[in-house]
């Protein structure tokens, strides 16, 4: 069965800075090099939304809410995708989700992102 395993989240004060990991361990490499890989985050309460994409070539997008803040990275040999947040502000609390852009089969557990003011 597919799975993504996200790491790197915490508590962390407003203005500081985290490096979230995922982990596509099942996918196997002619899958995961072609596709769009993105993050979402997800508030209590509130629909998951999509934070960051980065495609096969390694053009990147982003939320308005989190332009100038995060980048999106990947690795395609250790099907890992990346994402470094900067200038964290209380409203980026929320667990974090990777997947492929356009394939939601299957998600991780996420992985939460508190910060605190």
């Known amino acids: 069965q597919e799975r993504r395993v996200e790491s790197g989240g915490g508590l962390v004060q407003s203005g500081g800075s985290l490096r979230l990991s995922c982990k596509f361990p099942?996918?196997?490499?002619?899958?995961?090099?072609?596709?769009?890989l993105a993050w979402y985050r997800q508030a209590p309460g509130k629909q998951r939304d999509l934070v960051a994409t980065?495609?096969?070539?390694?053009?990147?997008n982003y939320a308005d809410s989190v332009k100038g803040r995060f980048t999106i990275s990947r690795n395609n040999s250790r099907r890992m995708v990346y994402l470094q947040m900067d200038d964290l502000k209380s409203e980026d609390s929320a667990v974090y989700y990777c997947?492929?852009?356009?394939?939601?089969?299957?998600w991780g557990q996420g992985t939460q992102v508190t910060v605190s003011s």
């Open positions: 997947n492929f852009l356009n394939d939601h089969t299957y």
């Open positions: 099942t996918t196997i490499l002619s899958v995961f090099s072609p596709g769009t």
């Open positions: 980065i495609a096969s070539d390694g053009a990147t």
